[in-house]
């Protein structure tokens, strides 16, 4: 008997709850050979605004949990991914990779996340220290959450990409907006869909699919935003993104890997890199006391 | 007389206020003019002096940032007595009323004798406007007549100043009771003097105890002196106070108020919303209206 197939939504993630987009505006997503995949939500300026609103109010949850418990959280994450392993592949394989490299990128990207997992306790030792100071006291500088994180995901290599972007900036305590360009989105979606029943607070991570450059402005403006990292945006949107962030102190990063550099795990998860998702802070306290 | 309420018709019709598209110059005069509402509230066991100064600070200037047009001042802050005599001198030189809750808010749960006397001692301290309780056993138990009389009593003592008298419509049940209450208390503290267009207030609720100011129960107030003013040509105000935390909130009950009873109630001498955060939500979306891009929290928020 002949049978409707029933296609997949991509929704958003916002604040824990799968809406679709504030102006109703969708997107179809094909597989390599034009074939429909899903229809997916095209996020608005709007739905940009809720997600950083969503993110702020879900930052203190996660930024104030025990280190410890971000580290299971991120591992438990990567259970859930290892066990979506075939969902993964074929989602890449729509998106245009061979059925070997999909595979491989998913298995990099469960092996991403448990590394990233490790570094949540660990992290502070590394980057942070004990400052020798001429009198009776001890002084520490140590690494702190920035806050809202805006992590614009590349289209290439989809998983590893966003697991790498959102995942540093997870394992440093950061609540993340992750937006997912077309080319990535169902991947965004299911990564999404994975982090949601890893026991990550609602609005800790929220994710937008459709198109970056109309929520460039909308998210670099908006003043709750404390970093954002770019992978794979032109110059023209660069320079959009630092104009709309240059009201107030906040960061800005360009993420310069392109293709197998996403691979190397010495850079992509060096504590240099995940420098960039924290403050420093220094105190100081009496010794002898 | 009692009118009895088609609860079914009440919710529709208030959520049909929600659904307005108000853009543009129209949200922007709505922004401002809910700030100018306002009735900035502390109500917590913790106030200290140094909060009810910020709060009179933010109060007198909502927002640090320079906006063009200015935004206005709120129109009260609301604390319990104790305070009072810190923010009337916080206050002094400005148009901003210091607001008293009394009548042993929020419970209404101690003998009259010692309810007026507290509401005496709010006065004394510099106290323009009372924000009472009604006793909701009383009122529960059917013993209108008690209601009626704690809200004359108070009113007498009041004077000048001018008199909220508080619901708590989440405790009275039904929104028949609501109504009933609202035309009792309406009733009983008007009766005899002439009352002039504001000096009685009828207010929603503590905000200590969910439900607050739903809609539907706002509507309620809004057509018993809708109803009143129809019958005797006297302006009662309306607050809705607590849950109120968002611009939208904010925005449906000028609606509401603009369809229910009419422009004259879009002052804050007749419409009043008591609200703590919701001022900082309003703060941001004046900067966004002005200035195209979201602020955070921590650009509004001083308390």
């Not at chain 1, 805006?150 to 992750?178: H, R």
């Not at chain 2, 005069?29 to 009735?39: E, I, N, Q, W």
């Not at chain 2, 810190?86 to 003998?111: H, I, N, Y």
Request: net charge neutral.
């Amino acid at each position: 008997m002949s049978r409707l197939e029933v296609v997949k939504t991509g929704k958003l993630w916002i604040g824990g709850d799968w809406p679709r987009s504030e102006s109703g505006a969708t997107f179809v997503v094909e597989n390599g050979k034009g074939e429909t995949v899903a229809r997916c939500a095209l996020a608005s300026r709007k739905d940009a605004r809720e997600a950083v609103e969503a993110a702020r109010a879900g930052l203190p949850a996660w930024r104030d949990a025990t280190a410890t418990l971000r580290g299971q959280v991120l591992y438990r994450a990567a259970e859930m991914l290892e066990s979506r392993a075939d969902e993964f592949t074929a989602s890449l394989c729509d998106g245009g990779e061979g059925l070997a490299a999909a595979r491989r990128e998913v298995e990099r990207s469960v092996d991403r996340l448990v590394m990233l997992a490790g570094w949540c306790d660990k992290i502070h030792q590394i980057i942070g220290c004990q400052n020798a100071v001429a009198g009776p006291y001890h002084n520490f500088t140590i690494p702190q959450a920035c806050g809202v994180v805006v992590t614009f995901c590349p289209a290439s290599p989809a998983l590893l990409g966003m697991i790498t972007l959102v995942g540093a900036a997870m394992a440093t305590g950061n609540a993340v907006v992750a937006v997912v360009p077309r080319a990535a989105a169902m991947t965004g979606v299911l990564l999404g869909e994975v982090l949601a029943v890893s026991d990550v607070p609602k609005g800790a991570v929220n994710c937008l699919t459709g198109d970056i450059e109309p929520l460039l402005e909308p998210l670099g403006g908006h003043r709750e935003v404390a970093v954002m990292v770019s992978s794979g945006l032109g110059k023209a949107a660069r320079t959009t993104l630092r104009l709309a962030a240059s009201d107030g102190i906040r960061r800005v990063h360009t993420i310069p890997w392109t293709g197998t550099d996403w691979e190397d795990d010495g850079e992509t998860c060096s504590p240099w890199f995940l420098e960039q998702f924290v403050e420093f802070k220094t105190l100081w306290h009496p010794s002898g006391v | 007389m009692h009118r009895p309420v088609d609860a079914v018709m009440l919710a529709r019709r208030a959520a049909s206020f929600t659904r307005r598209s108000i853009k543009a110059d129209s949200k922007r005069a709505g922004l401002r003019l809910a700030v100018s509402m306002l009735d900035l509230t502390t109500l917590e066991g913790a106030d200290s002096p140094e909060l009810a100064r910020a709060l009179c600070r933010k109060a007198i200037q909502p927002i640090p940032q320079p906006i063009d047009p200015p935004v206005p001042s709120v129109a009260a802050v609301c604390v319990y007595p104790r305070l009072v005599p810190v923010v009337r001198e916080a206050l002094l030189g400005t148009d901003v009323k210091t607001a008293s809750v009394a009548t042993s808010f929020p419970s209404g749960q101690v003998p009259i004798d010692t309810r007026l006397a507290e509401t005496e001692a709010a006065l004394a301290a510099g106290a323009d406007e009372i924000d009472m309780v009604i006793s909701r056993g009383a009122f529960l138990a059917g013993r209108f007549d008690e209601v009626a009389a704690e809200v004359r009593a108070v009113k007498d003592v009041c004077g000048d100043a001018h008199l909220k008298v508080i619901l708590e419509t989440g405790e009275l049940g039904t929104p028949d009771n609501i109504r009933r209450c609202a035309d009792l208390v309406i009733e009983a503290a008007t009766q005899g003097a002439d009352v002039p267009d504001g000096a009685v207030f009828v207010k929603t609720s503590t905000g200590k105890v969910s439900p607050a100011a739903t809609m539907p129960s706002v509507l309620l107030l809004l057509e018993a002196v809708r109803d009143h003013f129809r019958a005797t040509g006297v302006r009662i105000g309306v607050k809705p106070a607590g849950g109120i935390r968002k611009s939208k909130a904010a925005l449906h009950l000028l609606v509401m108020v603009r369809e229910t009873v009419g422009p004259d109630w879009l002052c804050p001498q007749l419409f009043r919303i008591g609200a703590s955060s919701l001022l900082d939500d309003l703060a941001r979306q004046l900067l966004w209206t002005s200035r195209g891009h979201y602020a955070a929290m921590h650009d509004v928020a001083v308390t």
